[in-house]
Structure formats: structure tokens, C-alpha cells
């Protein structure tokens, strides 16, 4: 029975890899080009880590699944809100349903792991302490044959960062490279290649040393598959060098659609206040969070997100992140606010305020921008049971730019982050080698929600009907057996949950 092995890599961008593979300095990348076939992957709107992944495993757009960004914004209570990460059917489930056996690594948001058939080690978000792997027994053997972490040591700002990166990649890798045989279905998450990325994009040094080691390791799980076997490598999106930063709270704020009851610079008795007074930043803060990680253990994985992503202390920048910002509105008088990387929301007290709105932000925001940044809404974006729950509109970056819903002390709309030198871009890669697949074939329309399908088609599995994405039938040779045996659908209510555990229940005894 043929395995599949899929390995995806945070932030894999062709713009990067594609001289290196060309010129023979990624030679296992080239291989699995030349031999399979290969293209551009477009990911969700917006391109981020959460959304993407999440529909990779669900073959989902996120209106079906409720993921926007790492949390939403619920309009009703003005207060950031944080979605089910793992209710929804993925990959791994279907595979369980179906009785075949899953190895599942360092995907983000998967913790709390699933009980699925088979071992999963849950991504970030996720702290040391936490009961990230099932079967539980196992995190202790995780530690001490493969000194598994769930995280680097070091702060990524750092180049000294990146010898801590290898030996957590090494860590994930290894693990699977021992135990492949044994699974049906394997995912690994390699997941801190896009934060080297955002902090040393200009320093081709160190990513080509960050690429050749982690191509050493792809040449690893090609030698552990057999010929029957298929590797799979995406990326959730791409990136590229970032030029600037649209702060779009500061642009709704002049154009009078957010407004604030208080200055959110303002000092008061606030922990800033405190921190500013022991001479703490809030980036020498989240280094010390890195070093602290198994003493903070009553933190849970929302706060680790909020502490990330919320940004609630002026940085060195003088900007201040949501958690400061939310704390200042005044939402009698606000009718926009963007949270996250480009979710905006609208407040409205009626339809037709709401379409007015709309309208205004959409034709304003394009204006200004002049390209940089384009509106779409959550109708031409989503579809799904979640779409109410939906930023009402995405702002998308072009190439070069970038969304954030930080404020500025400066005043300024437009900024420019010294030590942030990359941001995603929305296609990112996809190759695809294995016996059936075609070689050296370009794919040119994959989107990430297509995996799922076409992975479960190479399984002999049926597809959940709900899915938004398709088998990429292109990818096969033309008759062979995943290409000539017809796409089976089926009703996504066989997969209940309460169905799956109770088949899983004598699956627990699990080796690694
Ligand atoms: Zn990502």
C-alpha cells in the first residue's frame, strides 16, 4: 500500500528557493521537481499561518471553518474572541475513519492533539508543559530519544536563533524519518522557517544555510520511501522582501471611522507603565517569555497568542498592538476597526448604514493606497456556515507590503520596521513526486484546499462532499490507478466524531 509523506514548510517561497534549486544548491528539491510535479500553491485570504493551515487539513475555505485570522473579533461584545481550532474534520480524521494509520507532527493548531489512529504532536500555539502529544505516554520518549521541544530557545531576531531552528526541525524530521514505515499517513509542520525569514530576509547567508539543512533532510525522508510511496511538500503561503507596513487603524483613525475615548499611548498604571520603569521592552519581555516557558506554566495557549500577537506594550517602534488599542476605543462613534493582518470589521447600527460603509471603506482605502493595498469583501471571499462570523472586509497587500493593526506614536499611516524584513506574499509552493504523479510538470491553479482531496484520493479514500477543494487530477499520469478510479464523495456526517473515538478506542497503543 502506498504511503504518503507530506512535509510543509512555513513560508517556502519560490521567489527564494527557485535560483538555489536551478543552480544545484537544493539538490533534493530538484530532484523531487524534475521527477514530480511542481507549481505555484495559492493559500487563503488573509495569506496567514492560521487560516492557510487549517484549510490544508480541512480542504475548507475558512467561511466553512470560522478561522481568520489566530483569533477573531466578535462584534456583539467588542472583545477578541478565539475560534475552535480543532473541531472541524481534517486530513488525519478520514484517514483514522477509514482505519489507516496517521503520524501527524508540529502541524499548527492542532493542540489539543485528536485521538486519531496513530500519533500526533500537537503545533503552535502550544507550551512545553501542556499534554501536546497523543498517546500521552509518548512525550516522555519524545523528549528523550529526539530532545523534542515544542519551540526554539532563542528569539528569532537573533542569527544565533537559526542553529536553534535546525536542531528543532532536526528534532521533527528525525522522528518521522525513524517511524515513517509504520504510518499510512504522515504530516510534518516545519514551522519556524517563516519568523527567520521575517527577521533575516536580507541576509542570504544564513536562509541559504537555513535551506541546504533543511534539503539535507528532505534527501533523508526520500531515502526512507519506497517506490511505491509519494512526498508531498508545500508551503502555506510565500513571502518576500516587505517594504512597508499599512497601519490601518491609523488611516480608519484619520479618516474618521475608529475612534478613541482615551489616548492608547497615554501612560497610566498600566504593567508598560511598570515594565518602562525596570527598563523592559516588550521584545527583551517576550525573550524572557522564550527563557521562561516552563515556569509560566499556568499560561494557557490563548494568552501565549494574545502575548504574541496583541502586542500590548509599546514596542521599541512606539507602536501598540490590539490588546492596547481595543482598550482605548470608543465604540459609540466607531464604525471600522482591523484586527490582525488585515481583517477589518464594520460596526453598523442598521443594513443600510453597514452597505454605506462598506462601500466608503472599499473606494477610500483602494484610493489611498494606490495598489499597494487592495479591499475585498467577505462575500467575494468566503462561503460557509462561519461567513456572519467573517471580517466583513479582508485588506490584501500586494507584494512588498503588509497590514497591521498596530498604532503608531508617530502618527505616521506608512512605516517602515527595521529588524522586520519579509511578509507573505499569497502563493506559495507545492510539489508533488510520487509513482503516478507526472514528471517535470508545471501545475498552474493548486490552491491549498486542494491537498486534502487529492491526498485522500492517492489513500483510496473517499472525500468528505463539503469540501471547497478538487483532486488535482492534472498531477497523474494519465491511466494510472489514482488517475483512472473515480473521486468518491461522501456525506461528512459518517466522520462524527462520537463515531470516530469509539473506533479508535483499541488504537491507543502506539510505537515511535
Ligand atoms: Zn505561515
Known amino acids: 500500500?502506498?504511503?504518503?509523506?507530506?512535509?510543509?514548510?512555513?513560508?517556502?517561497?519560490?521567489?527564494?528557493?527557485?535560483?538555489?534549486?536551478?543552480?544545484?544548491?537544493?539538490?533534493?528539491?530538484?530532484?523531487?521537481?524534475?521527477?514530480?510535479?511542481?507549481?505555484?500553491?495559492?493559500?487563503?485570504?488573509?495569506?496567514?499561518?492560521?487560516?492557510?493551515?487549517?484549510?490544508?487539513?480541512?480542504?475548507?475555505?475558512?467561511?466553512?471553518?470560522?478561522?481568520?485570522?489566530?483569533?477573531?473579533?466578535?462584534?456583539?461584545?467588542?472583545?477578541?474572541?478565539?475560534?475552535?481550532?480543532?473541531?472541524?474534520?481534517?486530513?488525519?480524521?478520514?484517514?483514522?475513519?477509514?482505519?489507516?494509520?496517521?503520524?501527524?507532527?508540529?502541524?499548527?493548531?492542532?493542540?489539543?492533539?485528536?485521538?486519531?489512529?496513530?500519533?500526533?504532536?500537537?503545533?503552535?500555539?502550544?507550551?512545553?508543559?501542556?499534554?501536546?502529544?497523543?498517546?500521552?505516554?509518548?512525550?516522555?520518549?519524545?523528549?528523550?530519544?529526539?530532545?523534542?521541544?515544542?519551540?526554539?530557545?532563542?528569539?528569532?531576531?537573533?542569527?544565533?536563533?537559526?542553529?536553534?531552528?535546525?536542531?528543532?526541525?532536526?528534532?521533527?524530521?528525525?522522528?518521522?524519518?525513524d517511524n515513517i514505515e509504520y504510518y499510512n499517513l504522515t504530516c510534518i509542520g516545519l514551522y519556524y522557517t517563516d519568523a527567520i525569514q521575517h527577521y533575516h530576509w536580507d541576509n542570504r547567508e544564513l536562509l541559504m544555510d537555513l535551506w541546504e539543512f533543511i534539503d539535507d533532510w528532505i534527501g533523508k525522508i526520500m531515502g526512507s520511501l519506497g517506490e511505491k510511496d509519494y512526498l508531498i511538500v508545500f508551503s502555506d503561503h510565500g513571502a518576500t522582501e516587505l517594504k512597508s507596513v499599512f497601519l490601518a487603524n491609523m488611516w480608519l483613525r484619520e479618516m474618521g471611522y475608529l475612534h478613541f475615548k482615551k489616548d492608547p499611548f497615554k501612560p497610566g498604571l498600566s504593567l508598560r507603565t511598570i515594565l518602562k520603569t525596570f527598563g523592559l521592552s516588550r521584545e527583551k519581555l517576550v525573550r524572557v517569555f522564550f527563557k521562561l516557558n516552563k515556569v509560566l506554566s499556568p499560561l494557557i495557549t490563548e494568552k501565549t497568542l494574545l502575548?504574541?500577537?496583541?502586542?500590548?506594550?509599546?514596542?521599541?517602534?512606539?507602536?501598540?498592538?490590539?490588546?492596547?488599542?481595543?482598550?482605548?476605543?470608543?465604540?459609540?462613534?466607531?464604525?471600522?476597526?482591523?484586527?490582525?493582518?488585515?481583517?477589518?470589521?464594520?460596526?453598523?447600527?442598521?443594513r443600510e448604514e453597514y452597505e454605506d460603509t462598506l462601500t466608503r471603506i472599499i473606494r477610500e482605502v483602494e484610493k489611498y493606497c494606490n495598489g499597494k493595498i487592495r479591499a475585498k469583501t467577505k462575500k467575494e471571499l468566503y462561503s460557509g456556515p462561519y461567513v456572519s462570523n467573517a471580517p466583513d472586509i479582508v485588506l490584501v497587500p500586494s507584494e512588498g507590503y503588509m497590514v497591521s493593526d498596530h498604532m503608531s506614536r508617530s502618527g505616521r499611516i506608512w512605516v517602515v520596521r527595521d529588524n522586520y524584513k519579509s511578509f507573505h506574499i499569497k502563493n506559495g509552493i507545492l510539489i508533488i513526486n510520487g509513482p503516478s504523479i507526472q514528471e517535470n510538470y508545471k501545475t498552474s491553479n493548486a490552491k491549498i484546499y486542494d491537498l486534502m482531496p487529492t491526498i485522500l484520493q492517492i489513500l483510496k479514500l473517499p472525500i468528505p462532499r463539503d469540501v471547497d477543494g478538487r483532486v488535482l487530477t492534472e498531477v497523474f499520469k494519465t491511466r494510472t490507478e489514482p488517475a483512472t478510479r473515480p473521486v468518491k464523495y461522501v456525506d461528512p456526517l459518517k466522520f462524527r466524531v462520537a463515531g470516530l473515538r469509539s473506533k479508535l478506542k483499541a488504537k491507543t497503543r502506539e510505537r515511535v
Do not use: C
Open 307 to 350: 502575548k504574541n500577537l496583541g502586542a500590548p506594550y509599546e514596542s521599541e517602534y512606539g507602536e501598540i498592538g490590539i490588546i492596547g488599542v481595543l482598550s482605548a476605543v470608543d465604540w459609540e462613534k466607531t464604525k471600522a476597526i482591523v484586527i490582525g493582518e488585515g481583517d477589518l470589521y464594520i460596526i453598523a447600527d442598521n
Open 1 to 177: 500500500m502506498a504511503r504518503v509523506v507530506v512535509v510543509g514548510i512555513d513560508a517556502a517561497s519560490w521567489n527564494l528557493l527557485e535560483p538555489w534549486i536551478r543552480d544545484g544548491v537544493l539538490p533534493n528539491l530538484k530532484l523531487l521537481v524534475e521527477g514530480g510535479a511542481y507549481g505555484p500553491l495559492e493559500s487563503t485570504y488573509p495569506f496567514i499561518t492560521s487560516p492557510a493551515w487549517k484549510s490544508f487539513s480541512t480542504g475548507k475555505n475558512p467561511g466553512k471553518i470560522g478561522i481568520f485570522y489566530w483569533f477573531n473579533f466578535d462584534k456583539e461584545s467588542k472583545r477578541i474572541v478565539f475560534p475552535n481550532y480543532t473541531k472541524h474534520l481534517e486530513l488525519w480524521d478520514v484517514a483514522s475513519f477509514h482505519g489507516m494509520r496517521s503520524m501527524v507532527v508540529n502541524i499548527p493548531l492542532t493542540y489539543p492533539p485528536k485521538p486519531i489512529s496513530g500519533v500526533m504532536v500537537s503545533g503552535f500555539p502550544v507550551l512545553e508543559h501542556q499534554e501536546y502529544v497523543h498517546p500521552k505516554h509518548l512525550k516522555k520518549h519524545l523528549y528523550e530519544k529526539y530532545n523534542y521541544r515544542v519551540a526554539p530557545k532563542e528569539h528569532f531576531s537573533n542569527p544565533k536563533s537559526v542553529s536553534d531552528v535546525k536542531s528543532v526541525i532536526e528534532s521533527r524530521l528525525k522522528l518521522a524519518i
